[in-house]
């Protein structure tokens, strides 16, 4: 059995992308990083998601972002709520260059581990916004892990799997069920009122949300109460 690792952040995206990983066969091995992030409780999200999904290893890691800031999620900025459209520009909830952060670390993770294969959950819907979640980003990093590495000198060709790229909210929820897993346990919020609550305004919520209800599939997710 090949070893791949995964980047775990506890949301529905990274669950079912490790989900997938272990139905394609692979070993899989999750890194988590704890990047100064406003939604930290979603560290929690990804050790109950690891557990459940019986992954051998998970690694957390800290890299501190918010040192550099200039995110909504790393910064005293508002996260944008009820926004009349969701994609088409980059909002504010983009943390700079945080993917090509990410997947330094992966490809690190990965040499150590003696692994070629990377597994990312990002998706269509975020590649409208986020430009490190475009496809041609992916497959330059494929390159430039084989360019900056020890194990890329030596002929390892790393590869990157993003297998929800083209997978709508629904589709990846459907997907996740279908493999096994426990969206009770994830977290998408970018703002969360309380540990493991959404606030049910956010981009991430609002796609969350949408996502069930096209799915056709319960929601288990705890949202905060309406207000009035």
């Not at 999904?53 to 890691?61: I, K």
């Not at 589709?171 to 606030?199: E, K, Q």
């Amino acid at each position: 059995m090949s070893r791949a690792v995964v980047l775990l952040s506890g949301g529905l995206d990274s669950a079912t992308a490790a989900a997938w990983a272990q139905a394609a066969g692979f070993e899989v091995a999750a890194l988590s990083v704890d990047y100064g992030q406003r939604q930290a409780c979603e560290l929690e999200a990804a050790r109950r998601v690891a557990a459940h999904l019986g992954l051998g290893e998970h690694r957390l890691v800290s890299v501190d972002l918010r040192a550099i800031g200039g995110s909504a999620l790393t910064a005293d900025l508002d996260v944008p709520k009820d926004r009349p459209e969701i994609g088409g520009d980059v909002p504010v909830t983009y943390v700079p260059a945080r993917n090509t952060v990410f997947l330094a670390l992966l490809t690190g993770f990965a040499e150590v581990l003696g692994a070629c294969d990377l597994v990312i959950g990002v998706n269509a819907q975020d590649y409208s916004g986020y430009p490190d979640c475009r496809p041609e980003f992916l497959r330059a990093f494929e390159e430039v892990a084989r360019l900056g590495t020890r194990a890329g000198a030596e002929g390892t060709r790393f590869a990157i799997h993003a297998p929800l790229l083209h997978l709508s909210k629904a589709g990846i929820i459907r997907l996740g069920a279908s493999l096994g897993v426990d969206h009770a346990l994830t977290l998408s919020c970018y703002d969360p009122p309380a540990p493991f609550v959404h606030c049910g305004h956010c981009d991430a919520c609002r796609l969350r949300r949408a996502g069930f209800a096209e799915a056709g599939l319960p929601d288990p997710s705890a949202y905060a109460p309406v207000a009035g």
